[in-house]
């Protein structure tokens, strides 16, 4: 069992930078790959970036490519998201996610957060 929680969501404009963090408890945290996803009003949940159970690979987004950054600490439980050069089509609930294998679909992903709301206003 994984319960993850979300935090660091908000109001940023153009441009501006957030930082979302991912605080995971339960013992099996270090041996599942973890991955951010969004849903923007109106649009299928998508898959902003994941990493694996190591934090040695990553995947990204075309859309969010050089502008966003996943890290994990298993130390901490945690994972994050960098968040830089926002714009406004990242406006979107932000989730946390974790699955026992890599995967970028969203129905791999067994647990999920409660969700973090980010707008960019522009």
């Known amino acids: 069992q994984v319960q993850l929680v979300e935090s660091g969501g908000g109001l940023v404009q153009t441009g501006g930078s957030l930082s979302l963090s991912c605080a995971a408890s339960?013992?099996?945290?270090?041996?599942?790959?973890m991955g951010w996803f969004r849903q923007a009003p109106g649009k299928e949940r998508e898959c902003v970036a994941v990493?694996?159970?190591?934090?040695?690979?990553?995947y990204y987004a075309d859309s969010v490519k050089g502008r966003f950054g996943i890290s994990r600490d298993n130390a901490k439980n945690t994972v994050l998201l960098q968040m830089n050069s926002l714009k406004s089509e990242d406006t979107a609930v932000y989730y946390c996610?974790?699955?026992?294998?890599?995967?970028?679909?969203?129905?791999?992903?067994?647990?999920w957060g409660q969700g973090t709301q980010v707008t960019v206003s522009s």
């Open positions: 996610a974790a699955a026992p294998k890599w995967s970028v679909t969203s129905s791999q992903y067994n647990y």
């Open positions: 339960g013992r099996s945290f270090s041996t599942h790959v």
């Open positions: 990493i694996s159970t190591r934090g040695i690979t990553t």
